[in-house]
């Protein structure tokens, strides 16, 4: 086979024979199947005149073809673009920031639609990766304005921990593809010999479903999604009894939460991740399963704390935005933004500089008052944020969803009685909204709406 020892990630994945690497709509994929479809598409893009250094989008989820396409982009020293289905308008700008010379579109059946776009003179970035003969990586975040910012990875850089051998789980592909948790999954589970089992749809019924059907003993989420499986109860309507770990991250924890998550599943590791597209996923330790203090770095990375604030240096941070400048210092560390609490070895992320609320010059952190709101009646899901003051500055400002209907005044006069008792003045909600919307999006991830 030609591609053999193009990649030591193919290499590995080759050896695993008929190992089970994917279950997608219900098939099972060997690996050595999946290796087959990489040649595929290896020899394929040669036909197509794509070249190493050449930016490559593919459009879609985690589907069998789609996934040998990345691996064999990864093979053919591509920058791959990894976009979900949804950015819809917005896919030319993502394009054109990216430089892609081509795009796969993969649709409902696996089949991908190819188009090329011509692009104009090449990023400085793009020219360095191209110069070390190495496959790139594009992620798209957003920064505090919503504008889509551009992180350009060296793959190799990125992929290179999962040389370490470690355990194999079978893992259902929560995050979705685009996002630097997805792409970590996704390579942790093929560098280790696991299988990944696709999550069709998200909703707590269905990932349930999938636990149960697929044996899945690892699920990688978001907080807001293992709140929403608390109050839905579908766990106790589906054997989830293989499920050995939970790992969340993407925003802050509330500790209500993750209280009663362990009290739900009992036996179940929960361990919580901590990860920007600019630097990759650390490696984390919880001090125990019900806290949310964690030491974070690892192989590769250094860490310290500035003013409560995390600064990481990385060796698999990313080379640049394509779209922005380095926001790096002189000696190559990353302001995460995340103020954190430390306590010798460990620390406790508290939430983003740019979510906290200043109430006459005293902090307010989101998570903390939503954790205590979540122990309030009837309360199902809630979003914190600051609402401007012209005495205070800001007050606290808080967004309802509800189980059941009932009047706004009912609410509010129990949630003011029930924070007086947990929270000090400043932190108690001073306005509320009651919404009939989710408060999250499609990343099952908190937006919390500031006014």
């Given at each position: 086979?030609?591609?053999?020892?193009?990649?030591?990630?193919?290499?590995?994945?080759?050896?695993?024979?008929?190992?089970?690497?994917?279950?997608?709509?219900?098939?099972?994929?060997?690996?050595a199947d999946l290796i087959a479809d990489v040649s595929r598409w290896y020899d394929e893009l040669a036909g197509l005149?794509?070249?190493?250094?050449?930016?490559?989008?593919?459009?879609?989820?985690?589907?069998?073809?789609?996934?040998?396409?990345?691996?064999?982009?990864?093979?053919?020293?591509?920058?791959?673009?990894?976009?979900?289905?949804?950015?819809?308008?917005?896919?030319?700008?993502?394009?054109?920031?990216?430089?892609?010379?081509?795009?796969?579109?993969?649709?409902?059946?696996?089949?991908?639609?190819?188009?090329?776009?011509?692009?104009?003179?090449?990023?400085?970035?793009?020219?360095?990766?191209?110069?070390?003969?190495?496959?790139?990586?594009?992620?798209?975040?957003?920064?505090?304005?919503?504008?889509?910012?551009?992180?350009?990875?060296?793959?190799?850089?990125?992929?290179?921990k999962f040389r370490t051998p470690r355990p194999a789980f079978r893992t259902l592909t929560f995050l979705m593809l685009?996002?630097?948790?997805?792409?970590?999954?996704?390579?942790?589970?093929?560098?280790?010999?696991?299988?990944?089992?696709?999550?069709?749809?998200?909703?707590?019924?269905?990932?349930?479903?999938?636990?149960?059907?697929?044996?899945?003993?690892?699920?990688?989420?978001?907080?807001?999604?293992?709140?929403?499986?608390?109050?839905?109860?579908?766990?106790?309507?589906?054997?989830?009894?293989?499920?050995?770990?939970?790992?969340?991250?993407?925003?802050?924890?509330?500790?209500?939460?993750?209280?009663?998550?362990?009290?739900?599943?009992?036996?179940?590791?929960?361990?919580?991740?901590?990860?920007?597209?600019?630097?990759?996923?650390?490696?984390?330790?919880?001090?125990?399963?019900?806290?949310?203090?964690?030491?974070?770095?690892?192989?590769?990375?250094?860490?310290?704390?500035?003013?409560?604030?995390?600064?990481?240096?990385?060796?698999?941070?990313?080379?640049?935005?394509?779209?922005?400048?380095?926001?790096?210092?002189?000696?190559?560390?990353?302001?995460?933004?995340?103020?954190?609490?430390?306590?010798?070895?460990?620390?406790?992320?508290?939430?983003?500089?740019?979510?906290?609320?200043?109430?006459?010059?005293?902090?307010?952190?989101?998570?903390?008052?939503?954790?205590?709101?979540?122990?309030?009646?009837?309360?199902?899901?809630?979003?914190?944020?600051?609402?401007?003051?012209?005495?205070?500055?800001?007050?606290?400002?808080?967004?309802?969803?509800?189980?059941?209907?009932?009047?706004?005044?009912?609410?509010?006069?129990?949630?003011?009685?029930?924070?007086?008792?947990?929270?000090?003045?400043?932190?108690?909600?001073?306005?509320?909204?009651?919404?009939?919307?989710?408060?999250?999006?499609?990343?099952?991830?908190?937006?919390?709406?500031?006014t």
């Amino acid at each position: 086979m030609r591609l053999r020892s193009e990649h030591w990630l193919i290499d590995s994945m080759l050896s695993r024979g008929d190992n089970i690497a994917m279950i997608w709509e219900g098939t099972e994929i060997s690996y050595a199947d999946l290796i087959a479809d990489v040649s595929r598409w290896y020899d394929e893009l040669a036909g197509l005149r794509i070249i190493p250094g050449d930016s490559v989008a593919i459009c879609g989820d985690y589907s069998p073809n789609l996934c040998a396409l990345m691996l064999a982009l990864i093979a053919n020293r591509n920058v791959v673009v990894p976009l979900t289905l949804s950015p819809g308008a917005r896919r030319s700008e993502l394009l054109n920031i990216a430089q892609a010379q081509a795009c796969f579109h993969f649709e409902g059946n696996d089949v991908a639609s190819p188009q090329r776009y011509p692009v104009g003179p090449e990023h400085e970035l793009l020219k360095t990766l191209r110069g070390r003969s190495a496959p790139g990586l594009v992620l798209f975040s957003s920064g505090s304005t919503g504008a889509s910012k551009a992180a350009l990875h060296d793959f190799d850089s990125l992929l290179a921990k999962f040389r370490t051998p470690r355990p194999a789980f079978r893992t259902l592909t929560f995050l979705m593809l685009d996002h630097i948790g997805g792409i970590n999954t996704l390579f942790y589970i093929f560098s280790q010999g696991g299988t990944a089992v696709h999550a069709k749809s998200r909703d707590p019924a269905s990932v349930c479903r999938m636990i149960e059907r697929h044996h899945i003993e690892l699920l990688p989420t978001t907080p807001t999604f293992l709140n929403m499986l608390l109050i839905s109860e579908a766990y106790l309507h589906h054997n989830c009894s293989s499920l050995r770990m939970i790992t969340y991250g993407t925003e802050s924890m509330p500790s209500s939460t993750l209280r009663h998550l362990g009290n739900a599943l009992t036996g179940v590791e929960l361990k919580q991740t901590y990860g920007l597209s600019e630097l990759g996923i650390l490696r984390s330790k919880s001090r125990a399963s019900d806290s949310l203090w964690l030491k974070v770095g690892g192989a590769g990375y250094e860490t310290k704390v500035v003013d409560n604030i995390l600064w990481v240096r990385s060796e698999s941070s990313m080379l640049g935005y394509l779209n922005r400048p380095s926001p790096f210092d002189g000696e190559g560390w990353f302001c995460t933004g995340d103020l954190v609490e430390v306590d010798g070895e460990w620390m406790r992320i508290l939430g983003r500089k740019s979510e906290i609320i200043n109430v006459g010059g005293e902090k307010v952190y989101p998570a903390e008052v939503e954790s205590v709101l979540r122990e309030v009646d009837n309360i199902g899901d809630v979003a914190v944020s600051g609402r401007v003051n012209p005495i205070s500055g800001q007050i606290v400002f808080a967004q309802i969803v509800l189980h059941d209907p009932e009047p706004i005044e009912q609410v509010f006069k129990r949630i003011r009685r029930h924070c007086r008792e947990r929270l000090e003045p400043f932190k108690v909600p001073a306005s509320i909204e009651l919404r009939d919307d989710p408060l999250y999006g499609e990343r099952f991830k908190k937006m919390r709406r500031h006014t």
